[in-house]
């Protein structure tokens, strides 16, 4: 698997090999920590920490590897705005 990442400002696309990456570093590499991943997920910041780890016997759970893998490929934009409707819809 390969992250990608496009800037905005040019249309420079930069591909860097995640197949090997543990979801914490994963997560943390994408601009994701555990607070801002709980808020968009839903979740207790504790929770996140245990998924990240994968402490279950599943491993960590599809809809948090969907999150990271989705948040690896937005722009700042999208970012920006997913976090925004996020805030509006917490008030």
Sequence with gaps: MASIYCDES?????VQDMDNEP???RA??????QKTLAKLLGVA?????KQLRGIWAT???QYVKTM???WERMTPTAKQ???DLVEKADN
């Design 45 to 49: 910041e504790n929770t996140v920490s």
């Design 23 to 25: 979801w914490q570093k």
């Design 10 to 14: 040019s249309e420079t696309v930069r």
């Design 59 to 61: 491993g960590t759970p």
């Design 28 to 33: 943390k590499l994408a601009g994701l920590n």
């Design 81 to 83: 705005e997913i976090l």
């Design 68 to 70: 990271i893998y989705a």
